[in-house]
């Protein structure tokens, strides 16, 4: 098997090896393929020093459909993903907004949300280190998918059940960039397949509805990044008839980034991928000369373009924004 564990370990009298590790994560994905489970949890990130609170609720069905809530401290719901059988979309309840897209997000980094992905990643992962603290087992790993961000795993499981406590990532320093603190987690779940995952219901809710109506009201002004790679305000055009921005930056990347109020409705997006901005879900597409992120934070809608700009930066250019107040 892959899993490569540098240390057993001591559990009373006897010892937890590689071998009957590998065997009892194998059963407990096993179990979690034909049965439904939720779990919530609070997320924190650390960027910059300014640390953003997530409140996160998992609905999965086995074998693959899933829907993730993200809200905030006070688990307001802001976004959902969701995977059904027509597809991938994040629905904004609040702006009666749906994104459809295709992808298979939850193998590619989806997996701090899902439980079932993360014990694919210990059991297939390479140089994990396993150890215990107290009743728990320790599993730290290297990001496979290493980026500019997180270089390393620490994923803590309860000794008796295997049910998840805690997933932390870590920067190149070693420092925590996101800390997943799971406040429960429930197997056998019943959901409503026609209702529970299907993202046009989700979106039809009349209070947040209201809700975004009184917020439409107010000028959001716009929201400059706070992570630019060198690139300078060139030039900012306000639409105020259409509560619109557009900023342009100059310099050594060059790059667009667009901030309006969406409309209600269902956006499009085959080729995009979903990619996590932390607590925010963003979607990334384009062709080989010019890229676009596309994201929504705080009812405003963002698009970042580029042709300079890899993934990552602009991942860290959008993750600079969602701490920002608009001007």
């Known amino acids: 098997m892959a899993l490569s564990v540098v240390a057993a370990v001591a559990t009373g009298c006897g010892v937890t090896t590689k071998d009957n ?16 489970y939720k779990s919530t949890a609070t997320m924190t990130v650390q960027m910059d020093n300014n640390p953003q609170t997530y409140y996160v609720e998992t609905w999965f069905e086995a074998p693959d459909v899933y829907r993730i809530q993200l809200g905030d401290a006070n688990k307001h719901i802001n976004q959902i993903i969701v995977r059904n059988q027509n597809g991938m979309f994040i629905v904004s309840p609040a702006l009666q907004k749906v994104f459809r897209f295709n992808g298979n997000w939850a193998q590619n980094q ?7 992905q993360v014990l694919q990643q210990i059991i297939a992962g390479k140089d994990v280190k396993m150890s215990k603290a107290g009743d ?26 295997l049910h998840p406590k805690r997933i932390v990532l870590y920067d190149k320093d070693n420092k925590p960039v996101l800390t997943v603190e799971y406040t429960s987690f429930q197997t056998g779940v019943k959901f409503d397949a026609s209702n529970d995952f299907d993202p046009h219901k989700l979106v039809s809710d009349k209070k947040a509805k209201q809700t975004v109506a009184a917020d439409q ?18 030039a900012a055009y306000p639409d105020e008839v259409n509560n619109e921005t557009v900023l342009r930056y100059t310099g050594p990347h060059s790059f667009t980034l667009d901030e309006w109020r969406p409309e209600a409705g269902v956006d499009g997006f085959a080729s995009a991928q979903l990619v996590d901005l932390f607590g925010v879900p963003a979607m990334y597409t384009g062709d080989t000369d010019v890229h676009q992120l596309i994201w929504v934070n705080n009812g405003v809608e963002f698009a970042l373009t580029s042709k300079n700009l890899t993934l990552e930066q602009m991942r860290r250019v959008a993750m600079s924004t969602l701490a920002q107040v608009g001007k």
């Open 217 to 234: 009201n107010i000028d959001f002004g716009y929201v400059e990044p706070g992570e630019m790679f060198g690139d300078k305000l060139a």
């Open 21 to 36: 590790m590998v065997h009892k994560l194998q059963t407990e994905v096993q179990t979690l393929d034909v049965n439904n």
């Open 136 to 161: 728990n087992y320790v599993f730290e790993m290297p990001v496979e998918s290493g980026n500019d961000v997180v270089v390393k795993q620490r994923v803590e499981i309860a000794g008796g059940s």
């Open 110 to 116: 989806g997996h701090i949300y899902l439980y079932d």
